[in-house]
C-alpha cells in the first residue's frame, strides 16, 4: 500500500438487467446469461444509487443489457437524479415510445445514448436479431426534439466498417450531438465472435483516413469519438479503467459489484454483492478491489516499466481472455511475453471467416 | 478561427454540480466532468441567455477592479470547442 488517499469512483455502471430483444453478436454481457436471473428490486437499486452519491459517483450510467424493459425503470431515473447524480441511459431504444421518452425527461435522465449496429436497415436488423432500425430512428429524433442530448454509438467490426463515411452522414442528419465510434472490444460474445468481427488493416486505414477528412471539413456539429483498435494500433495497451478499483465500478443485475463489467467471466474471482454490503464498504474493504489496485501486484515487465501508472498493466480481461492468466501484463503491449498472440489473433481472422455467434437469451419464467 | 460567442448558453445537457463530497464546482457532461474554479463557476452560472458583454458587465459588478473580459473570452472559446457552450438565440 501506498499513502497516497484512496480514490474515489467518478462513475458507476448499473446493469439494471441482462434481459434484452436484441441478440448483438459482440455484446459485454456473460455468455451464460442465464445463470443471472436474480435480478435487483427497485428499492435496492435505490439505495445503491444513494450510496453512490454519497460515496463521491458523478456519472451513473444506466445499462444492461436493455434498461427499459424494467417496469420500474422511470423509479431508478427518479433514483437517480433524486440522488444528485448525472444520468446516462444506453439503450437499443428499441422498446421506448415518444410517450416513454417524454416520462424519462420528466424523471430526470440526463442523457440518452443509443446503439446502432449500421447504417443498412437490413444489416442492423440482420446484426441485431430483430427489426430495430425503424425503432431506434424514431427514439433518437424523438429525443432530439425532447432536447435530450444524443449520443449514437456503432460498434464497428469487418461486417460495417467499410460503411464508417455513411455512419458519420446518418449521425449528421439525425442531429446527434455525439457519436461514438467504438471498434469492437474483444470481450464477452466478441471475444467468441473475434475472428468474424476483426476488420482487416486496410478497412481500418480507409476508415482512419475519412474520420480524419471529416474532421478537417467539419464535422456538422456533431461530436466524433474515435478509438482505433488496439489489436492493430497500439504498442502500448490502453489503460483500461485506469486500473481497477481506481475510477468505477459497475454493479451486476443480480447485485454482484465489479471493477469491470466483463470481470465476472475470469474464474476465480470472488464479488461481493451490494445485498449484503454496502458500496463504500466494497469499494474500500473487498480485495476484488484492492487486488489491483496501484502498482503493486504487477509482474514485469510491468513493475519496473515507467509507464507502469500510464496504462495500469492494461486491461485484466484481456490480459486473461488471451493468457489464461489475470495478473498477466495485457498481450497488446510490445513488452508482453504474450505479445505474439496479437499477431496470431490477426493472422486468424485474416484466413477464417467464419459465421457469427448470436447472443441469445433463453426464454423463462422470473423475470422480473 | 472561430468567431467569439456573443451570447453563450450551456449545451443540452451540460449543467453545473456542486459535489459535496469533494468540495469541488463541476460542470458534468454526458460522459464527462470539468473541475471549475470559482471564476469559472461564476461565468458558468452566467450562461443562462445574456450576452457575452452583459456576462462581464455582472463579474465586473461582483470583481471591483478586475478586467475579466480576456478570461471570459479565453474559457468560453476553450467550452465552445468542446461542445459545452454554444451560441445561444440572438436577441433583437
Not at chain 1, 427497485?42 to 444509487?49: D, I, K, L, N, S
Not at chain 1, 466478441?190 to 468481427?197: D, G, I, P, S, T
Not at chain 1, 496504462?311 to 490480459?319: E, L, S, T
Amino acid at each position: 500500500m501506498t499513502d497516497t488517499p484512496l480514490p474515489r469512483p467518478l462513475s458507476l455502471l448499473a446493469e439494471v438487467t441482462y434481459r434484452c430483444p436484441l441478440q448483438c453478436p459482440y455484446c459485454s454481457n456473460p455468455l451464460e446469461l442465464n445463470q443471472y436471473r436474480d435480478e435487483l428490486d427497485t428499492e435496492t437499486w435505490v439505495r445503491v444509487f444513494n450510496q453512490a452519491a454519497e460515496l463521491g459517483v458523478v456519472q451513473l450510467h444506466l445499462s444492461g443489457g436493455e434498461p427499459l424493459v424494467r417496469r420500474d425503470i422511470l423509479d431508478l431515473v427518479r433514483a437517480a437524479s433524486g440522488a444528485g447524480l448525472y444520468s446516462n441511459m444506453s439503450t437499443g431504444a428499441t422498446v421506448v415510445d415518444g410517450n416513454r421518452l417524454e416520462q424519462l425527461r420528466e424523471a430526470g435522465l440526463d442523457h440518452f445514448q443509443v446503439s446502432l449496429l449500421d447504417t443498412l436497415p437490413e444489416s442492423n436488423d440482420r446484426l441485431a436479431g430483430a427489426p430495430s432500425f425503424d425503432r431506434k430512428r424514431e427514439a433518437v429524433l424523438g429525443a432530439k426534439r425532447l432536447g435530450f442530448p444524443v449520443t449514437l454509438n456503432v460498434v464497428l467490426h469487418r461486417q460495417n466498417l467499410d460503411r464508417i463515411a455513411e455512419v458519420i452522414a446518418l449521425a449528421q442528419a439525425w442531429k446527434v450531438d455525439r457519436l461514438e465510434l467504438a471498434h469492437t472490444q474483444y470481450t464477452g460474445w466478441a471475444f467468441k465472435n473475434r475472428a468474424a468481427l476483426m476488420p482487416t488493416r486496410g478497412q481500418l486505414d480507409r476508415a482512419h483516413a475519412e474520420v480524419e477528412r471529416v474532421r478537417a471539413e467539419g464535422t456538422g456539429g456533431v461530436d466524433i469519438q474515435h478509438v482505433l483498435p488496439d489489436y492493430y494500433f497500439e504498442r502500448f495497451p490502453k489503460a483500461c479503467l485506469q486500473g481497477w478499483g481506481m475510477v468505477s465500478m459497475s454493479v451486476a443485475p443480480d447485485g454482484f459489484v465489479l471493477p469491470c463489467q466483463t470481470a465476472r467471466e475470469i474464474p476465480g474471482l470472488e464479488f461481493p454483492n451490494v445485498r449484503e454490503h454496502s458500496l463504500e464498504d466494497i469499494w474500500e474493504r473487498a480485495p476484488i478491489f484492492q487486488r489491483f489496485r496501484g502498482t503493486g501486484w504487477m509482474p514485469e515487465p510491468c513493475r519496473s516499466c515507467d509507464r507502469r501508472e500510464i496504462d495500469f498493466g492494461g486491461c485484466r480481461c484481456q490480459a486473461f481472455l488471451m493468457t489464461g492468466d489475470v495478473t498477466a501484463t495485457d498481450p497488446i503491449c510490445e513488452l508482453s511475453p504474450h505479445h505474439h498472440l496479437v499477431a496470431a489473433a490477426l493472422e486468424e481472422a485474416a484466413q477464417n471467416d467464419p459465421p457469427l455467434h448470436y447472443r441469445v437469451m433463453p426464454r423463462a419464467g422470473g423475470a422480473v | 478561427m472561430p468567431q467569439p460567442i456573443a451570447t453563450p448558453v450551456l449545451a443540452p445537457g451540460t449543467r453545473y454540480r456542486w459535489d459535496k463530497v469533494r468540495n469541488q464546482h463541476q460542470l458534468v457532461f454526458p460522459e464527462g466532468m470539468i473541475v471549475l474554479n470559482e471564476p469559472g463557476k461564476a461565468i458558468v452560472q452566467l450562461c443562462d441567455g445574456r450576452t457575452t458583454d452583459e456576462l462581464i458587465a455582472v463579474l465586473k459588478e461582483k470583481y471591483p477592479g478586475a478586467e475579466p473580459a480576456g478570461d471570459v473570452h479565453e474559457f468560453l472559446g476553450h467550452l465552445a470547442k468542446r461542445g459545452l457552450v454554444r451560441e445561444g438565440a440572438q436577441r433583437d
